[in-house]
Structure formats: structure tokens, C-alpha cells
């Protein structure tokens, strides 16, 4: 979002540079859904009459319920501060409804990360198998691997540059298969009698067995909850103005390729997807290299997605501290090293397991049904807060559960054919998010608050004594309170006992992640002058955290207006700085063996420590300068042991 405009007129703006970006990063993973929708229907079946029409038609409506209607007319009015996605959605509804709509955030973002595993995987293989047209024999894998390979190593240096071509190519890509879509219908016109429901109608309780295509029937609509996770990037109107021309191609492709089904009734699809059957001999290496790339670009609108939404989640503490880096020029671009091999990882492990894409689309459908069923969940609640007529609240999340139950119900039949895979990964990352948010309310739970005004009179005495060498002119501690009045036992102690720490000013700092996504404000409380002072900085969730840097800013202004004096130290007249040396102490918690607990808080303390150490450190994840950094190391006894007595012989 363009730091300029406030959200309100931003996605108010409809601009072609706006358009252009939209359909280059909003669109990429629906928009290659052609590729093997009708591919997984019709894979091992012999083609008829009904289930390609039934088909054509239970996509025309399905892109009408979920992506237009659920999607693009009423969940991208749900911005949050001009933000999208599953996490901003539930920050913008807890407020209202409490923070257990914390559970289906944390499960709808679990298996939308489980989407990103799968989603490069598919498009990418369903592309390249197109070579099988050209050599029935060819092994993709190697080929598919290499592109993966290719792309997520890529990621650390940046798409600004090649993000420039996203859309352009985007936008032949859709046009390409719009038009291939019309030359297919020209051998069979009629084929738009499907837009009848009638003929899903048909499929669905008159063909045996045609209630479960409804599984492969549901990747149609694959990539629209990434379209309103993009919605900051883009703007609400250009979305939705681009949609438009999307969808026009989108259901000329589909036409086109059951026109070609309805030709070949009574044959197999074979080891090709219908859409590979329509594209003229003449054009067949251009369409290969087009469609490849146009999953490449799919796939990179969702890898940059997963930072996105990780990034979130580690703002509203429901994820591991990573290392967030900033590649490129772009705002809002972000690179995530643990998450992009993580993810690498799981790309290829699918690729190396499932082989083909016809075999990945038992995982890929669960983990979009599930994802989905969690943002209607989230959005019942935006529509009750918006004082949404309780009729229409019923009606409209009433419809969309009753069509995502059914696209669940039939893609669990195709638990054992892979669909384990998306359960176990999504189950996987969403205890991870249980356990880190569950570990860190435990310990939060036991920090212990003490009034800062009872030990004022013993910091103002140890500021000036000068029998205690000096530890730095300004001492400065992280801290998790929220209010001046009150601060954390370790840090008192951390300065009065064992070696006292002698400072000519305390400072305690508080750093607030607001649910807007770029705030940069911060306040100050004068505890007492020259001596103790609370700072917060109150950041917006996409914001950078460099407090080493934003909290020099804030001194050398205190000083400049004279709320800070330091023209008394002694050691100033050697220093180039006007503010002193400054000295950050973190204090950071370990799991005491002093504890007596039950298997199941056992298992989530120690869960969470272990989590802990593999997440970023504190100092880096706040942007400290290790030059100024002090770490102290602090117990945590949940429940302590009860030792029997010593006894004296």
C-alpha cells in the first residue's frame, strides 16, 4: 500500500499500473487452475456426456459463490487499517468477540501454509507434464525439482526487478488461454447450456459417485483467500475490476476444454490435461513455456504470501521469532531464510513422493477447504460486527458453509490417496502456533510486576555513587510492561542485586505491535528527570522493529529539548556523542529443572523452549546492535518441586 495514501483512498483508486499489478500477483495461483482442474475430474475415468457438463457447470458456480461473491464482493470490505488476510481479519474482529476466534485464525493460517507446501509443487509439475504430449516417456520430476529449486533460491536477493514482468506476463497468460478457449468452442458452441446449475445438478445425484468430484471440482477456486491476503499490495477496486476480465478468461478456458470432452466422450483424458488437448500443434512449445511460466509466477505470489502471513503471525505472537529481512525496494516485500527452506523442504518433498501432479490433488484440495471453512467462520463474526441484518448474516455464511462442508466431505475420501499429508502438516503448525502462544502466556502469566516508585529512591542513590564503577551512561531494558508505573522483578534485580549496575540513566523500553500495519509512534514518561525514564514505541505489524535506532533517535530529541540533561557526566568531554554510551540488557527466561508439572504442561513448556532456541534471538529480533547488548539469564519454575527435608547426620 502506498505510504502516502490513507487505506480508504487507496482501495478506493483504480489505476492501470494498480490493475496491472493485481493481476500479476493476486491472481497467479487461481489463474493456472486450468492447467488441472479437468485434468484431476477425469483422471483414470472415461469421459461422458454428463460429468462434462456437470463439471463445466459446478466450476461456473463455484467461482461465482466463493471467489466472486464470498471473496471479491464481501470479504475484501473487511480491511484491516487497508490490510488483508486470515491473521488481519481476526485482529480486526477479536476487539468485539474475544481472542478464542484465536483458534480458527491460528488453523486457517496453518493450512494456508500447508497450501504454500503444495501449491509450487502442482502448478509447476502440471505445467511441465505438458512435455509428456511431445515424449509419453519423459521423467518431470528432475525438471520440476530444478525449477523449484531455482525459485526459492532466488528469493533472498528480491522480485522487485522481475516483479515488473509478473503482470505483463500475467496478462497474456489469461488472455492466451481465453483465446484458446474460444477457438476449442467453435467445434461445439453449445457447450454453454452448462451455465444451467441443472447439469451440476445432474452430476451430483444422478452420475455414481458424482458427489465426490466435487473434491477435484474445488481446485477451480485455489488462490482466493490469497487474493484477499494481497489486498494491502493491490487495492480492493483494482481486485475487483481485474477480476473481472480473470473470470471471462477463466470460464472461456474451461468451455473450450469441455468442448474438447464433450468430442471425445466415451475415451480416456490419458496422461495429458484437456487443456494441453486444446492448444494447437502450431503454438505447442510456446504454450509450454508460457504456462511455466505463468505457474513460476503463482507460485511466488504464494511463497511471498507465507513471509507475509508468517510475518503476522509473529506480530500478534501465535509464531516463532524468525529473522524478517527487507530484499527489496518494494514496501511491504519481505524475505523469511527459516520459512523459505522451510518451505523449499516441503516442496520438494512432495515433489519426490507424489511424483505427478494428478497424484498431489487429494493434498492440495483439504488444505484450501480448510483454509476456507476458517475465514467463513471469521467472517460470520465481521458480519455480526458490522451490524449486519441477522437474516442475511444466516443466509450468506450459511451458503458458504453448506458448499465448503460438501468440498470437505468429498476431498476426506481422498484421506488415504495423500490427503494425510496436508492434515499432518496443517496439524503440525498449528500446535506449533498453540504451543508458542500457550508457553508464552504460561510465562508471561509468572512474571511478577513490581511498583518502579519503591525502588526510585535506591536507583537515584546508585546513580550517584561513585564507590560502584560505572556499568554505562545509559542502561537500558527491554520490557514487556505496558505502563511506567509498574516494571519486572529481573530487571530490578538484574540492577540492584549481585553486582549492582551503576547508570547515570535508567531507561525501560516497551515496544507495542499495533493491528495497523504501519504505525512508527512512540511516548515517553519522565519517571524521574535524568534518571529514570519509560519509553514506548507503538509499531505497526509490518514495521521492522530497529529499536537501537529509534531509541537513539529518541534521546538525542529528549536532549536537544532539554527533557534529558547529561551535560554533567563527567566522561563527556572524550565523547563524540552528546548522548553517552547506551547498553541494552535482555533478559531472557530458561526452563528451570526445578519443576513439577503435569505430562501435558510438561510437554508444552519444554515444546516451547525448544521453539524458543531455534527462533531468533531477542536482541536481533528487536534490531540491536551486538555492540550494545548485555544477555541475562533468568529461571522459570511453573510448578516448583516439593523436596523432602535434608535430614543432618
Known sequence: MSSSLSPAVFHKKITAAGILIATGIVFGDIGTSPLYTLNAVFHDRIITKDIALGAFSAIFWTLFFQTTLKYVIITLQADNKGEGGIFSLYALIRRFWGKWLLIPAMAGGAFLMADGIITPPISVA??????????????????????LIGLFAFQQFGTDKIGKVFGPVMVVWFTFIGVLG??????????????????????????????????SIFLCTTGAEALYSDMGHCGRNNIRISWIYIKIMLILSYAGQTAWLLQHVGQEVGNVSPFYHIVPDAIYLPSLVIATMATIIASQALISGCFTLVNEAIRLDIWPRHRVLFPGHIKGQIYIPFVNWLLMAGCLGMVVYFKESTKMEA?????????????????????????????????????????????LTANLQKVKEGGWITLLIGAALFLIMYVWRKGRSITNGLKKMVPIENYIPLLKELSIDEKIPKYATNLVYLTSSGTPRKIEKTAIDSILSKSPKRADIYWFVHVNVLDEPYAMRYHVDTIVKDDVYFVEFNLGFRIEPRIDYYFQQVVNELVKTGEVDVSNRCEQHYQETKIGDLRFLVMESFLSFENAMSFWKNFVMKSYFNLKYLSVKESINFGLDPSNVTIEKYPVVVSAVQHPPLVRQ
Do not use: C, D
Not at 140 to 146: G, H, L, Q, S
Not at 183 to 192: I, R
Not at 382 to 406: C, D, Q
Open 126 to 147: 502440471s505445467a511441465i507434464e505438458g512435455l509428456q504430449k511431445i515424449n509419453p516417456h519423459i521423467n518431470t520430476e528432475p525438471i520440476v525439482i530444478a525449477i
Open 182 to 215: 474460444v477457438m476449442a468452442l467453435s467445434h461445439e458452441p453449445g457447450v454453454f447450456k452448462a451455465l444451467n446449475p441443472y447439469y451440476a445438478y445432474v452430476m451430483l445425484k444422478e452420475v455414481p459417485g458424482g458427489f465426490w468430484l466435487l473434491g
Open 363 to 407: 493434498a492440495f484440495g483439504l488444505s484450501v477447504t480448510l483454509t476456507m471453512l476458517m475465514s467463513t467462520v471469521l467472517i460470520n463474526f465481521y458480519l455480526h460486527a458490522k451490524r449486519v441484518p441477522m437474516i442475511w448474516v444466516v443466509l450468506v455464511t450459511g451458503l458458504f458453509l453448506l458448499i465448503e462442508m460438501s468440498f
